[in-house]
């Protein structure tokens, strides 16, 4: 069993890598759906605002493995791209990546990667940028999203000395509208152009904008054949601030938040260094081993307005992952906060058995505590403290088990989830500390199988929550693709089109407050059930592949907006064209 056979979610620390496929280069997400858009994949059960780019709804139910005081307060973190996240692509040729999808005149999402070799494949180049533009169908609803990324790889002659640097750019801007007023007539002719329907907010504006720098150092000790032991340092700098801002509160709305002034205003910033030194062994052959232990020195300086809070953490990450002949591979990662974050730490063991090409066995075991959010304890507007919590370290246990028959594509996961001191946004729009277990009890069963030119993924999950009034989230739902995969024109042309269905059960409304970027328990009636259903068409020749895309085809026989997000509609019927093109010199 080689080494990349073992699962391994741990960063790459920037090491190069050589794609197999460069056709299926794993840096730029590609669905066959949807693409562009990360909350509506099709085995995923976030939510959003109805908009592309918009504020993204992820239940919490695994812990982070970040530990160390966490800012908060963003909803756009799936459209983040992370200095953790970065590959080098390692080949012998440029390489470029682009692509593109529209919605109407100005509804866009466009993706381009570069990378480029120099001087015999010791120095890599990639560039990276990332653009979504979106008017959206209603009253200031524009999401405009922009990320910006570069590094460079570099070794020496003999490979002993490896470094990298990176810089990532995020900035998102979005127009809060509040959702729709609950007093609008959605069955007037007037609402059938959306633009007409009122909405709640007038005035609100989020700026979410993440600046990362990085610098990583690696040199190899030993150079024997079967194993190496290396040393390295890792460098970080991060600056993250988040404002929202409503020119003209209406106290109605904002309830307890309100203050009496002009505009309301939260801004948070975090200046954060990071520095790891680390120790590494690899070995190679039939059981080969990957063993990582560094100590991480992190300061967080966060601006809260007037309030001001210096953090110093000590964090200590210890990896290692080996196998055992061509069947077995275990893995275990564990880091511990040393400092003064009570007993904050994070435990995830795997066990990988693999036999032959038939049978996957995985068993994983995530044991957690983690200290609050820095915006569940603290909420700062126009400079003064409204709320100041001391809330206590929420603590994790989940055992995942999958069994998978290889041949048939068929896979059953079983996942175990107990909860402790729960987290979570009341109907207040106040945090709130659960005080009894939590759990969560899910299984999920995919299967994918083709008939000559027929191809069904099918993935259905059900779930048993003791508190679905705590933790919202669809007892079950349901993800059908169904589609003609065929190649005319002597192989040359490959042609797909068929239907997608995506269907959430019943559950009890979540609701989103722009003022403090959070998804909360609302008092209004549950999310009731639709059939969200797309039908595709995709042609591909060699490295090129357009798409035209019909989008929730159900809603051409209803006049009322379908809302996942209480008082959020999703988009009415559409049509999305785009394209993907590999070029390689």
Excluded: C
Excluded at 318 to 333: D, E, H, T, V
Excluded at 517 to 543: A, C, H, K, M, T
């Amino acid at each position: 069993m080689s080494r990349d056979t073992i699962i391994d979610d741990q960063p790459a620390y920037f090491s190069p890598f050589q794609p197999k496929n460069l056709s299926t280069i794993p840096t730029i997400t590609d669905s066959i759906i949807i693409f562009y858009d990360p909350a509506k994949t099709q085995f995923n059960e976030k939510r959003h605002l109805g908009n592309l780019g918009s504020a993204v709804y992820t239940p919490l139910v695994t812990p982070r493995k970040q530990l160390g005081i966490q800012l908060g307060g963003s909803p756009y973190d799936d459209y983040r791209f992370d200095i953790q996240d970065f590959k080098f692509l390692q080949i012998k040729a440029g390489y470029t990546d682009l692509n593109f999808s529209l919605t109407g005149q100005v509804n866009a999402a466009f993706n381009a990667l570069f990378s480029r070799n120099f001087s015999k494949d010791r120095l890599n180049f990639v560039f990276r940028y990332h653009r979504i533009s979106q008017e959206g169908q209603y009253q200031r609803q524009t999401n405009k999203n922009t990320l910006l990324s570069t590094g460079a790889y570099w070794s020496s002659k003999n490979k002993k000395l490896r470094s990298a640097w990176m810089f990532n750019s995020n900035l998102i801007t979005q127009a809060d509208n509040g959702g729709i007023r609950p007093d609008a007539d959605l069955l007037t002719a007037a609402s059938q152009i959306r633009n007409n329907i009122p909405i709640i907010f007038q005035n609100h504006v989020t700026k979410d904008h993440n600046l990362q720098y990085a610098l990583y150092n690696q040199y190899r000790l030993s150079s024997l054949q079967q194993s190496n032991v290396y040393v390295f340092n890792l460098t970080q700098y991060d600056r993250m601030s988040y404002l929202h801002e409503d020119r003209r509160p209406d106290s109605l709305i904002h309830r307890d938040y309100f203050l009496g002034r002009d505009s309301l205003r939260l801004q948070l910033k975090n200046n954060k260094w990071k520095t790891e030194f680390g120790v590494g062994i690899t070995t190679k052959g039939q059981n080969p081993i990957n063993i990582r232990s560094s100590l991480v020195l992190q300061s967080s300086h966060i601006v809260d307005r007037l309030y001001q809070d210096r953090i110093t953490e000590l964090i200590s990450n210890n990896y290692i992952s080996f196998a055992l002949g061509q069947k077995l591979g275990i893995r275990a990662n564990l880091k511990a906060n040393l400092s003064g974050a009570g007993s904050e730490f994070y435990l995830d063991g795997k066990l990988h058995y693999q036999q032959k090409e038939k049978w996957l066995l995985l068993t994983q075991v995530i044991a957690s505590t983690q200290q609050p959010l820095y915006t569940q304890n603290n909420i700062v507007l126009n400079d003064r403290l409204l709320s100041e919590s001391k809330l206590a370290n929420q603590k994790y246990f989940i055992v995942n088990g999958l069994l998978s028959y290889l041949p048939w594509k068929l896979r059953i996961n079983y996942r175990s989830s107990l909860l402790r001191d729960y987290i979570y946004w009341n109907t207040d729009r106040k945090p709130q500390q659960f005080d009894k277990a939590l759990t969560l009890q899910e299984i999920d069963l995919r299967f994918q199988t083709k008939w000559k030119f027929l191809s069904l993924e099918s993935s259905v999950k059900y779930r048993i929550i003791s508190h679905p009034d705590i933790l919202r989230i669809p007892q079950f739902e349901v993800s059908e693709l169904i589609y003609v995969d065929s190649r005319l024109f002597k192989n040359n042309l490959q042609f797909k089109t068929g239907f997608h269905l995506r269907m959430l059960g019943p559950y009890q409304a979540l609701a989103y407050y722009p003022t403090l970027g959070i998804f909360y328990n609302s008092d209004q009636s549950g999310y009731q059930s639709y059939p969200d259903i797309s039908y595709f068409v995709e042609f591909r020749i060699s490295r090129f592949k357009l798409f035209i895309l019909m989008q929730n085809l159900y809603n051409y026989q209803s006049i009322l907006p379908e809302i996942e997000i209480d008082r959020y509609p999703q988009f009415d019927q559409r049509m999305r064209i785009g394209f993907r093109w590999i070029f390689r010199n």
